[in-house]
């Protein structure tokens, strides 16, 4: 149901993965259905992930990845969306790991590029993105974590909420105010779990247990100035540019999800039978079904849209906030509907549509939430702020 011109190189990348994901990975991801996958086979399940393209497809040969010049979006996209089909969970450990390859491609001093990129495209290691706190959510200015200058270190005080792959994570990269100023105030430095310790807790939440978000206590953390990444003062300019295309891929998992829900629904709607026919035969049912596979499909659009943009070296702002808005909002409707279409079987959880109706309401709150994508949007409609 992937209705997009895919190059023959695309059609082989997608289908290569999709069969992967069916035979090898389906099975693990049932079998840990709302439990959470110990380090040792989440590192198992990565090492295969990144054979197919994923993570290490949008960062350059140069660097060890296999994206040319680390700008195929576009692809990145596709194989991503297959992934968020199988299992979100995974889907945001390879995410998480991802964006932290690009960042780390893109601004780490090659000293710590060098050291850390590789284990990520090998699917050895994890990282997290520490930005959340308990009292920053929305506006990353107001990032409290500081990290205070001690001759050639800096010193890190403070507490990290949210942080996608924490249990796992090898390595942080931690996003600190260095100074008071509101431009240039916030750092992102590299923690390494084993060097620079600090703790993790993790947080139950309604779905996506498989996977860990968590809590980071940062308690006199000593770290060298050596493990800034991106120049001092930098951090809110990197993370802003980071969101242009995690927002993408977070849109991504709604329409992983919304794609599974739609596919689940038509099977169960042309064998369940209702008043002498099967229920898609129903025109209320023949409705819905119609809705959400529209949905489907302009959530993609709008997400592929983004990607080429992106690939092609376009700001994509405002693209990226549209395809986040409208893709996880439409996960929430279509997964909604998707138990809808199932009767009372949809809130058991023998059938697949519950789980994935507890997820989607989770996506329209990562990455920015739909109020704060909706705010991106209009600000480049009329230039006005409305923050
Ligand atoms: C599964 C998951 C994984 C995550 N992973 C990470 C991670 O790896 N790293 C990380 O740093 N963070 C992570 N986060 C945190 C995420 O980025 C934040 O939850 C998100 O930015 C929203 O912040 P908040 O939850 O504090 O909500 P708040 O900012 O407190 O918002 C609460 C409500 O107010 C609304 N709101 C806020 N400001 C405005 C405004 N100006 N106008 C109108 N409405 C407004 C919001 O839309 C929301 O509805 C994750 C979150 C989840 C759920």
């Known amino acids: 149901m992937s209705h997009v011109f895919k190059t023959q190189e695309q059609k082989l990348a997608v289908d290569g993965l999709r069969r992967f994901l069916d035979a090898e990975i389906e099975p693990v991801v049932k079998e840990y259905r709302d439990q959470f996958i110990p380090k040792e086979k989440m ?3 990565m090492r295969q992930l990144v054979q197919y393209g994923l993570v290490g497809g949008v960062i350059s040969e140069k660097n060890g990845g296999l994206g040319g010049n680390g700008d195929d979006w576009l692809t990145g996209m596709m194989l991503f969306e297959e992934l968020a089909y199988t299992s979100i969970d995974l889907s945001t450990v390879t ?40 009292d ?16 050639d270190d800096y010193i890190i005080n403070g507490e990290k909420t949210w942080i996608s792959n924490g249990m796992y994570s090898d390595f942080l990269i931690c996003t600190c105010r260095t100074s008071d100023d509101p431009k240039k105030g916030l750092t992102h430095f590299l923690l390494d779990r084993k060097e620079h ?29 050596s493990n800034i990444i991106g120049g001092e003062g930098d951090g809110l300019k990197n993370t802003l540019r980071l969101f242009e295309r995690s927002r993408v891929y977070v849109a991504g998992q709604g329409l992983g999800i919304a ?6 629904s038509v099977r169960y709607a042309q064998e369940r039978r209702q008043h002498g026919k099967v229920i898609a035969g129903h ?63 949809g809130v058991t ?13 989770i996506v329209p709150i990562p990455e920015g ?19």
């Not at 959880?349 to 309401?361: D, G, M, Q, S, W």
């Open 259 to 264: 794609r599974r829900s739609l596919e689940e």
């Open 349 to 361: 959880t023998e059938f697949l549509v519950e789980k994935l109706a507890r997820e989607a309401i």
């Open 43 to 45: 590192q198992e399940i």
């Open 136 to 151: 920053v959510g929305s506006n990353v200015m107001e990032i409290k974590t500081r990290a205070r200058r001690d001759g």
């Open 197 to 225: 310790p600090y703790e993790v807790r993790n947080i139950h939440k309604i779905a996506m247990n498989s996977q860990s978000t968590s809590q980071i206590f940062l308690s006199d953390v000593r770290v060298p100035a």
């Open 95 to 134: 995410l998480i790991n991802t964006f932290g390859a690009v960042l780390l491609e893109s601004v780490a001093p090659a000293h710590l590029r060098d050291r850390y990129l590789p284990g990520l495209l090998s699917g050895e290691t994890f990282i997290s993105m520490g930005i959340s706190e308990p």
């Open 283 to 345: 025109q209320l049912i023949a409705s819905m079904l119609a809705d959400m596979a529209t949905k489907v499909d302009a959530s993609r659009l709008l997400i592929h849209r983004a990607a080429q943009m992106i690939d092609a070296g376009v700001p994509a702002e405002m693209e990226a906030a549209m395809a986040k808005y409208y893709a996880a909002e439409a996960a929430v409707e279509i997964c909604r509907q998707g138990v809808q279409i199932h009767g009372a079987n």
């Open 369 to 387: 939430t739909s109020q704060i994508q909706q705010l991106i949007i209009a600000r480049a409609l009329t230039g006005v702020g409305a923050f």
